[in-house]
């Protein structure tokens, strides 16, 4: 890398390239001394790096934006081409509806004005642009307010910009940004609340109506900017380098920012609630998420040095961060510890960083990455970042039976993954309470849960190993994860005639028959003799102990004899039963059981149907509260279908450029045939229609091969798309399935409506009989020294805890969080079906608490339950 680019790239860093200093004032002084000597013959360079590091680095804007400044000071062209190439860059981003770039390419135009390379006017014009076309799309006679989401997103980017520039505008253009102002307080005013029902990480929050009555994050950033307006624009979070050059910029030529046009309006909506509505709001929220919902563990006491402002700024620059540097871990936490802010924020990074990883529907990156940063942070500050995430987790885990189900899946992985990377080290004995809890309770589900995936990382004796100051824990691991083959040659044991055939068949696979061989062999000599079930159970036990020892095992079998089992298992009710016996032979491994299931699945020898109806049979229902065996195959099973969607739309856009690519080859081959076939030549001094047949023959043959390539495409496009409409259908009638099942099995154990209409009320029903200890109440209060609440044990000894939710209404409220999970995760795959489901399903014979789980995952009003 070239000496100025390290110098663009690492300006405000503690690096080499700008020796010990850490002064801003004079790595701006030093890249910038570089740069002017490079502009003669590097200037385009320059620009581009400059604005991609500005875009990818976003927390160093306020130095790119001076040095942005010294440059236009230098030469006037350049300053000119920065601000055309961001006006380029600025409608790109709006027309293609990149809100990162949006919001981050305005936040570098307002530092640009601040080092007087814009002129404040433009960018008040920018903010008119964006203001008008919000307005105009929450007017409910004139726009669409189903994408309120685009507006709320347009004004939050313009009051964003306000920290790193609100004391120049209202220095300079006074009376135009107060007319901004005034046009947000007017928005504001005309907007719907924006409700995070459905998207809360506490069931108790959707149920008490916290997000109605709570400000919605566009109400309270408008609150932080009046705070820091009433200030006077004061505030230590934003970097303001400019000023040490206050007197040289202001000889600075300002450019005006070229005429931006905000997208079009989405096509006004005959009324404002149903279907069409819900379908509206859904794809633009999908298009202009909202990009954190605060996640409050600990205590306002942890962040007291902070103004209100400063919590944003400082969220603003961790999430940027993750964003940009995501394929960099060890740059990642680097820059996440070195955030040019002068006050403490551990607390603060750690709610930011689980904010993401228990964001609903689903977190920005998958969530391993959310462990890795936590466990190199965890390594950047090993005297303080440990214990705040130790206080952390026991905060969430004394909410854990409010926590959603979808976020409580993903800290149990997290969880299990982080302690794998730090020696499973914990202090269980904090927590060898659970053991006096009821198996339902989620406290302790958790435990369980969390020690069974950490065998899963890890092996049996390890992780027995880890507990041992809590010895009793023991009871909480699985069952050590050995087959349970039913045709074992253990001594002592019974031989039946199965065990023979069992052993007849695992001879055949060794000598290494061919799948027909055995299929011939089982309809001859086994089938009509043993009848089905044995058979089914014979050929299934003894084919997955063959596939046992290992996972490449396991997928060798399937390939290979998976049409033995397939011509056996040829229905649902057979898969059904196949299932059964893939579950009972690894009953002491869930994971080999989600494992087996799912390749099986792949190759397509059950059906994602059969999946579902085996997961709501009555073994595996009452587990719906203690265990996530059943819900992990049944997530795996939804998950797959999607995903076999997802790749077919892909295909099918690829083929599609294909088929347009195609169609212009042959065009061109045959219009160049064409001319030759038109052209005269002279041959033995005669005129001839056409070119030399020497040259006519390769023509030719272009032109036939393009048609063929071209039919070839169109033909491989049709098959995907019929493929597509297939899944598809298969998709719907999984939905179908899946909630009517849902249905069911709640409708049996809900109490009556008048006796829980709400969750709340579901929770209280048997409270009294449940009591265990209620002397003290918990809290998600962490002491300094050591993360740990205040009110839990560190010995081992009986804690104040208790679980007064009974067996069948922690049942209820399980089922209900998944039902939630469900809807939430694949509401793009549900909505196109809603109709139907609707019609079918979501009727006024099912229980209100089912239709207010399904709609609160669809974020669907929940009034229209009464209307459905």
């Not at 909202?290 to 942890?302: M, V």
């Not at 001879?507 to 027909?516: D, E, H, L």
């Not at 042959?666 to 047949?693: I, M, Q, R, W």
Request: with cysteine; hydrophobic share 40%; proline share 5%.
């Amino acid at each position: 890398m070239s000496s100025w680019r390290s110098l663009i790239l690492r300006i405000g860093d503690k690096c080499p390239e700008y020796g010990s200093s850490s002064d801003f004032k004079e790595h701006i002084e030093t890249c910038f001394g570089v740069l002017r000597r490079e502009l003669e013959h590097s200037a385009n360079d320059i620009i581009d790096f400059l604005l991609q590091c500005a875009e990818q680095l976003p927390h160093k804007i306020p130095l790119y934006g001076t040095v942005v400044g010294l440059l236009n000071l230098e030469n006037e062209d350049v300053g000119r081409k920065i601000v055309e190439n961001i006006q380029i860059n600025f409608q790109n981003a709006l027309d293609s509806e990149s809100c990162d770039r949006i919001r981050i390419l305005m936040r570098l135009l307002t530092s640009m004005m601040c080092s007087k390379v814009l002129q404040p006017v433009s960018l008040v014009v920018v903010f008119e642009t964006l203001l008008s076309s919000a307005a105009t799309t929450v007017d409910e006679e004139k726009g669409n307010p189903s994408w309120q989401a685009r507006g709320d997103f347009y004004v939050a980017c313009i009051l964003s910009c306000l920290p790193w520039g609100g004391s120049e505008f209202f220095e300079q253009v006074p009376d135009e940004i107060e007319r901004v102002m005034v046009g947000i307080e007017a928005y504001l005013s005309i907007r719907r609340h924006n409700s995070d029902t459905g998207l809360s990480f506490f069931d108790d929050d959707d149920e008490s109506g916290k997000g109605s009555s709570e400000k919605d994050f566009l109400e309270d950033l408008w609150d932080r900017i009046q705070v820091l307006s009433s200030t006077g624009w004061k505030l230590d979070s934003v970097p303001r380098p400019h000023l040490s050059f206050e007197a040289q910029l202001v000889a600075g030529k300002s450019h005006e920012f070229g005429p931006i046009n905000a997208p079009d309006q989405p096509e006004p909506l005959s009324q404002l609630s149903g279907v069409p509505y819900g379908k509206q709001k859904h794809h633009a929220e999908l298009k202009y998420p909202q990009r954190i919902r605060r996640l409050n563990i600990f205590p306002a006491s942890k962040t007291e040095d902070m103004q209100p402002i400063d919590r944003f700024i400082v969220e603003e620059y961790l999430l940027d961060v993750l964003l940009f540097l995501n394929g960099c871990r060890k740059e990642c936490a680097s820059y996440m510890v070195g955030l040019p802010v002068p006050f403490r924020y551990e607390y603060l990074m750690a709610e930011t960083i689980f904010s993401q990883l228990l964001l609903l529907p689903q977190p920005p990156f998958k969530p391993i990455y959310y462990t890795l940063v936590i466990m190199d942070l965890c390594k950047a500050l090993p005297g303080a970042f440990p214990a705040v995430v130790a206080g952390a987790v026991r905060a969430l885990f004394e909410k854990i039976a409010d926590l959603d189900m979808e976020c409580r899946t993903r800290l149990i992985l997290w969880f299990s993954h982080h302690l794998s990377n730090f020696q499973f080290i914990w202090p269980w004995e904090e927590w060898a309470y659970v053991l006096d809890l009821p198996k339902w309770a989620p406290q302790r589900v958790f435990v369980q849960e969390v020690l069974e995936r950490e065998v899963r990382l890890s092996y049996w004796d390890k992780v027995k190993q880890s507990v041992e100051n809590a010895p009793a824990l023991e009871e909480l691991l699985p069952p050590k994860g050995s087959p349970n083959f039913n045709y074992s040659m253990e001594e002592g044991k019974e031989r039946t005639e199965q065990h023979a055939l069992s052993a007849e068949l695992s001879n055949k696979v060794k000598g290494r028959q061919t799948a027909r061989e055995i299929i011939s062999w089982v309809e001859e000599s086994v089938l009509p003799h043993h009848g089905l079930e044995v058979t089914l159970t014979m050929v299934v036990q003894t084919l997955l102990d063959i596939g046992s020892k290992s996972f490449t095992h396991l997928i060798t079998v399937l390939e290979r004899y998976g049409q033995v089992i397939a011509r056996i298992c040829h229905d649902q009710d057979k898969q059904i039963m196949l299932i059964a016996e893939v579950s009972s032979y690894w009953k002491n491994n869930a994971q080999m059981t989600a494992i087996t299931i799912d390749r099986m699945m792949g190759y397509r020898l059950i059906s994602n149907l059969a999946i579902v109806r085996w997961v709501f049979s009555s073994a595996n229902i009452e587990q719906f509260h203690t265990s996530d065996r059943p819900w992990e195959v049944l997530r795996n099973a939804v998950s797959k279908t999607y995903n076999r969607i997802s790749d077919l739309r892909k295909e099918i856009l690829s083929l599609q450029k294909n088929v347009l690519s195609a169609e212009e080859a042959a065009t061109k081959a045959k219009a160049e045939l064409d001319a030759a076939e038109s052209k005269l030549t002279l041959v033995d001094g005669e005129p001839v229609l056409g070119e030399n047949p020497a040259k006519m023959k390769p023509l030719k043959s272009n032109a036939e091969k393009t048609k063929e390539e071209e039919i070839s495409v169109r033909d491989s496009l049709e098959a995907k798309e019929a493929l597509l409409a297939r899944a598809l259908d298969e998709n719907e009638a999984l939905f179908l399935s899946l909630y009517q099942n849902f249905s069911n099995v709640l409708m049996e154990r809900l109490p009556e409506d008048s006796k829980a209409q709400t969750l709340r009320a579901l929770k209280s029903i048997q409270a009294d009989e449940m009591v265990v200890d209620l002397d003290e109440s918990s809290e998600m209060d962490v002491d300094n020294e050591n993360g740990r609440p205040k009110k839990s044990q560190s010995n081992g000894e009986k804690a104040s805890k208790v679980h007064n939710v009974g067996d069948k209404e922690q049942w209820c409220l399980s089922t209900l969080g998944y039902v939630k999970a469900f809807s939430r995760q694949y509401a793009s795959e549900i909505w196109p079906h809603i109709e139907k489901l609707d019609a079918e399903i979501f009727s006024e014979n099912v229980h209100p608490l089912f239709l207010k789980a399904v709609y609160s995952g669809l974020r669907r009003p929940v009034s229209e339950v009464s209307s459905s």
